[in-house]
């Protein structure tokens, strides 16, 4: 049933938001220039690989090494408002469609996470990711990865339809008051480096 759910609804969503994504994809392109859709390789259910999409949001700006900058020095100001209202995770919906992402689940963090998780850790890809999930409603990007991968354990042990309903309307709230979109000085969060590390994340 949710994967049923999934896919109707992402379609659904696609369909109604479809101006939407036009009319940010040309801004993106218009103020960021090309590529406009960011894609990254995101482990999926059992750590399978998949492209994520998302919309761009930052420049290719580089130090006098040649090396990008930090993320939160690259992230421009219409980047951020796209980050503040979630609209850059909008292209996750083809991912629904496609089978790669859940509507709800762990976030698909990054591929050279994988060998540092511990086995309770590595529980969070039990299951298909999400584009929102029970970390994003209780923290965000303001929580500990410690915490962050407790709720996510929390959830792949006590899914369900109606969880899913509850995670999915307060992810509205979310997005509606922008709560924990960033972490001190990082664009998002910083890198995790492992099961000593305690950062914010």
């Known amino acids: 049933m949710k994967r049923s759910f999934d896919c109707i609804v992402a379609s659904i969503l696609l369909l109604l938001l479809s101006p939407i994504l036009v009319i940010v994809a040309i801004l993106v392109g218009?103020?960021?220039?090309r590529p406009i859709l960011f894609r990254q390789t995101r482990p999926g259910k059992h750590g399978n690989p998949f492209q994520l999409y998302k919309f761009r949001t930052m420049t290719d700006g580089m130090d006098a090494e040649g090396e990008l900058l930090s993320d939160h020095l690259r992230l421009t100001p219409f980047g951020q408002?796209?980050?503040?209202?979630?609209?850059?995770?909008?292209?996750?919906?083809?991912?629904v469609v496609r089978g790669e992402l859940s509507l709800v689940g762990p976030r698909p963090l990054l591929m050279e996470y994988l060998p540092l998780y511990t086995k309770e850790q590595a529980k969070r890809h039990f299951v298909?990711?999400?584009i929102t999930g029970w970390a994003q409603v209780n923290g965000r990007n303001a929580v500990t990865w410690e915490e962050r991968f407790?709720?996510?354990?929390?959830?792949?042990?006590?899914?369900?339809?109606w969880l899913d309903m509850k995670i999915l309307l307060l992810t509205v709230k979310r997005v509606v008051k922008s709560d924990g979109i960033s972490n001190g000085n990082h664009a998002t969060m910083p890198l995790f480096e492992g099961n000593a590390s305690n950062q914010k994340g």
């Open 128 to 130: 298909r990711p999400g």
């Open 30 to 33: 218009t103020r960021l220039g």
């Open 81 to 95: 408002r796209l980050r503040k209202w979630s609209l850059d995770e909008l292209p996750q919906l083809l991912n």
């Open 150 to 161: 407790m709720k996510d354990i929390w959830y792949v042990e006590n899914r369900s339809f």
